[in-house]
Nanobody, 120 residues
Framework: VQLQASGGGLAQAGGSLRLSCAAS????????MGWFRQAPGKEREFVGA????????YYADSVKGRFTISRDNAKNTVYLQMNSLKPEDTAVYYC??????????????WGQGTLVTVSS
């Protein structure tokens, strides 16, 4: 599985960005696509995840109500819509595929990361 994340950039606090993650290779079934982020000097943390089949979603408390994950199975692409952005959302965002939910160790394949910077 290869993952290509895109859509990062600079946004003002209160603004929005949409990240995309295009997957190639074996997906679907029991796999989940997860989004993680890593701010400078901090550990990588879970942001959210979506089931490839069924579409159930999971979110970290810090983004619940602001971020939305969706998928387009025909395009093998998952989106992370980020609204009401805060400066503390600044990080490199990674997409990943695996069978887990919140743990980085539960994901087997990782994209290259895309930088999101939120200015105050």
């Amino acid at each position: 599985v290869q993952l290509q994340a895109s859509g990062g950039g600079l946004a003002q606090a209160g603004g929005s960005l949409r990240l995309s993650c295009a997957a190639s290779g074996r997906t679907g079934g029991d796999y989940r696509m997860g989004w993680f982020r890593q701010a400078p000097g901090k550990e990588r943390e879970f942001v959210g995840a979506i089931n490839w089949s069924g579409g159930s979603t999971y979110y970290a408390d810090s983004v619940k109500g602001r971020f939305t994950i969706s998928r387009d199975n025909a395009k093998n692409t998952v989106y992370l819509q980020m609204n009401s952005l805060k400066p503390e959302d600044t990080a490199v965002y990674y997409c990943a595929v695996g069978s887990g939910v919140t743990g980085t160790e539960e994901y087997d394949y990782w994209g290259q990361g895309t930088l999101v910077t939120v200015s105050s």
